[in-house]
């Protein structure tokens, strides 16, 4: 008699071919007009899995992905999952080269594009020398060396793949957002999916009546905060082309969507639109907010004006993440909440030792959901290691933060990003606050600058509301009389737009480096 000790759990590929088998008929993904029941989602996820397999591709192979949002993009996605491969989506943002890069880096066999994005890869794909002859496969266009991928899947078995799934294999690299030389690869295993799911349905709160729209980028980290626990329960994942206010008010009124995902930089344009008044957004019962902070004004105007359910998270994509409820909201203002169920978050100082609450520091975490490390970097993962006293593995984030008296945590600023002025540690975050709530602002960042004197000093940019008259001198002298004497602006510059990673997080580095450039 087999030990039961030995007998398989039970992965997302099995969850997945479940909910086909029990509820064919259910709508499983809806893009535009385009729409997939359960079963024809299950039966593509599998064709490309066995596809996959027929090639030889399986179980610790890397398996790229450059496509854009459509119907079809969470069956490649999921397929290869299906398959035993590790999927490595990869952004659409980024240039040509370092696409490249990345599909290097990675050791990728095989390369799924789509006529979106073909021009991104099409003049790499004679130097993607990992890549099988027979290993390039594109979406919706007829192109020299490039296999239609609708055509071989017709020609793929349907059955479930027979793959035994382990918990510590990989399933995706998540590329970080660097912003100079190559960035690092987030791995992340089955184990850590599979808390990454059931942790946001519990959470979230997702049944499978659940409608979840997706409003970013389906390669970013961000947007599987929706798509797996969506999926995970049975319930349907509508995906948005692209981000705009109109389509995503159109989308939320007409499909009735339950759950939705966006960043602060979206909330802020569509607490802008004209639209959104009229709009009947009733059937939103959560709206979360991830991958930079929320400004508190952004926070009460879109909870009075979008629906109460608004959850805000905070995490970093190496393993975190912590919430703040709606009913905590008003009373924690600023606050990113408490662990989510399955994580540790605890405060360290700059020697790694532990600091209770009510004191500032690093914050560090550990739970079922973070990585396995980054892909052929041993040296930078074990740069992110503190151990509790048990010798537990705990992940620096670079976050300063700390905890309130009453165990909620407060996000100061990226340590990379604190301005040290005259000595004196200023948090941009503080300052954006104070910006954030002039009339005439409708974003800011806030970032160090040199300084004879000071050595540091801060600077705000701004982009201002359109239609508006900003003026920045009047929101500097303005801002300059609420915040104290270190975190007084040097000036504020108007931008139109500032640099951002594929889930809109500003990349500051980007925004210093011509200040502090030297001849």
Known sequence: MADLLDAPAVYLPHVWANHARHFPDREAIVCGDARL??????????????????????QGDKVAVVMSNSVDMPAVLYGIIKAGACVVPVSAMLSPEQILGMID????QVLFADAKTLDLVEPMRDRMFGIRRNGFFSLGIDAEGWRDLKSWMAEQQTAEPAIRYALDDEVNIIYTSGTTGLPKGIVMTHAARLHFAWSNVIELQFSRQ????????????????????????????HILESFT?????????????????MVPTQYIVTL?????DATDLSSLQ????????LRVDTKKEAMARMGAGLIELYGFSEGAASMIKPEDADR??????????????????????????????????????IMHGYHKRPDATEELIWLDEAGRT???????GKFDEDGFLYILDRKKDMIISGGFNVFPADIEEVVGQHPDVSDVTVIGIPHEKWGETPLALVIPKPGGTADPDAICDWTNEQVAKPQRLAAVELREDFPRNALGKVLKRQLREPYWETD
């Open 332 to 369: 924690k203002w600023g606050s990113v909440g408490t662990p989510v169920v399955g994580f540790d978050i605890r405060i360290i100082d700059d020697d790694s030792n532990e600091l209770p609450f009510g004191e500032t520091g690093e914050i560090v975490s550990t739970g079922g959901g």
């Open 272 to 276: 802008e639109h004209e639209g959104l």
């Open 37 to 58: 029941s359960w079963g024809d989602f299950n039966t593509d996820m599998n064709r490309i899995a066995n596809g996959l397999n027929a090639l030889g591709v399986g």
């Open 286 to 293: 959560i709206m979360l907010s991830a991958g930079s902070p």
């Open 105 to 108: 880096d990675s050791g990728s």
């Open 210 to 237: 659940s409608r979840a729209l997706v409003t970013t980028a389906l390669y970013s980290n961000g947007t599987w905060l929706m798509a797996l626990p969506v999926l995970f329960v049975g319930g349907t994942l």
């Open 394 to 400: 705990f992940l620096k984030s670079g976050d300063v």
């Open 245 to 261: 206010p109109e389509a995503f008010l159109a989308t939320v009124e007409r499909e009735q969507i339950t759950h939705t995902f």
